[in-house]
């Protein structure tokens, strides 16, 4: 079998928006998978310092409770940390008792950090011991389209990671952009003309334009 992390750097550089997602094969709470089983849909793979940990557990809740919502955008949830797979499904089970609340997507244990340094999931000047709370947006062609990290200290907002998917599939449905604070039903962004003549064009085409380089539209 070919081994799907021949010829990543051992010392784990951060992947960059374009680049495509190394593939992987480890064990996880809901048995063996590997990343190319998602291919097809959009993943939000994410990793967190360590099990049985405040921050982190308060991060799970919300990444649960919004899981319809990705699922309704072809979007698959995936975690990670450097836990075995019996601190993993102890904790998950624990959040379940203590909270209320079913963890619904697979947590990859990384005991051995193989995916976590291809990934560049680990900060050693915050610990060389835990990965750092990465978000990586993975395209349903497995390229990577927005990386996001936070520090150990402080929560994800699992809402702005919802709507940074939905700005993305947003883009490539419609070939537009988003501008700050964009949300769902808010004006889209049009490209801007690249000639002359386009630009001349641009005024007299039916969008909300302040001048020829910022032009806005509804969907």
Known sequence: MENPLEGL???GRIPRIGDPAPNFEAES??????????RGSWVVFFSHPADFTPVCTTE???????HPDFRKSNTELLGLSIDSIFAHLSWVRNIEEKFGCRIPFPVVADIDRRVALC????????SKTETARC????????????????PMTTGRNVDEILRLVTALQ???????????????????????????????ERLLENYDCKDWYFCQKKL
């Open 9 to 11: 750097e051992p010392q």
């Open 29 to 38: 709470t809901f048995g063996n998978i590997q990343l190319a089983d998602f």
């Open 60 to 66: 799970f809740l919300a990444f649960a409770r919004r």
């Open 119 to 126: 990934y560049g999931m680990i900060m050693p000047g915050e």
């Open 135 to 150: 978000v990586f947006i993975i395209d349903p062609n497995a390229v990577i389209r927005a990386l996001i990290y936070y």
């Open 170 to 200: 947003t883009s490539d449905a419609h070939m537009v952009a988003t501008p700050a604070n964009w949300q769902p039903g808010d004006p889209v962004i049009v490209p801007p003309p690249r000639t002359q003549e386009a630009a001349a």
